[in-house]
């Protein structure tokens, strides 16, 4: 495996924005806004530049989502299926070797993302990698090689959702990013979204 594989024009980001956010009374999370803008809006700001392109994977407000002008993709299997359901069909309608994926709610995205990921998977000679807060694994923030479609379509046909046991499945490293412990904040709850309201709002902020 050589650094050329990835090359950012090998690289697709993947908004993940398919989720019921039940916590949340069933809103969709990526067009809350938060200090004057929609979540989504601070991930593709800080996604796009690290990608050759961009898809957004939502089951509703798909219109809106559209408006971006990126593709929109809806999850082949009917409900909330979970983050799995959304990257299998990127993954289908990515034309790239590889997917990297990030949800809606998370406006703290860091510019090199992508490289760290990439550098961690090229280390351990993976098939995909998913970074690490420095206590546990977060697994939406994850590159993977689209050529594992097969393999995730099986997996959800025997109705298997689990992130973590899908990854346990495949050779896969983790990046280290307890240094941007920011990266991972996202809305659950309506405090959550007040906290990051107020970070978003601090002076110097550097969110995208």
């Known amino acids: 495996m050589k650094y050329r594989e990835f090359d950012k024009r090998s690289m697709t980001g993947v908004i993940l924005a398919g989720g019921e956010a039940r916590r949340m009374g069933g809103i969709d999370k990526g067009l809350v806004t938060a200090a004057g803008r929609p979540m989504v809006e601070y991930v593709l ?81 993976a098939d995909i990698c998913a970074a690490d807060n420095g206590e546990r694994l977060q697994p939406v923030f994850s590159l993977l090689r689209t050529r594992l479609l097969g393999s995730l379509l099986d997996f959800l046909k025997r109705g298997e959702r689990k992130i973590d046991k899908w990854f346990a499945e495949h050779r896969t490293a983790v990046a280290d990013f307890s240094d941007r412990p920011d990266t991972f904040l996202n809305v659950n709850t309506p405090e959550d979204l007040a906290r990051i309201e107020a970070q978003l709002r601090e002076p110097g902020h550097a969110a995208p």
């Open 45 to 125: 700001t800080a996604l796009a530049p690290q990608v050759d392109a961009v898809i957004i994977s939502a089951n509703r407000n798909r219109e809106k989502y559209a408006r971006y002008g990126h593709p929109v993709v809806a999850d082949e299997f009917p409900g909330y299926n979970g983050p799995l359901a959304g990257m299998a069909s990127a993954m289908r309608a990515a034309d790239s070797e590889f997917i990297v994926t990030a949800p809606c709610d998370s406006p703290f995205l860091p510019p090199d993302l992508v490289s760290r990921l990439a550098l961690a998977m090229l280390d351990a000679d």
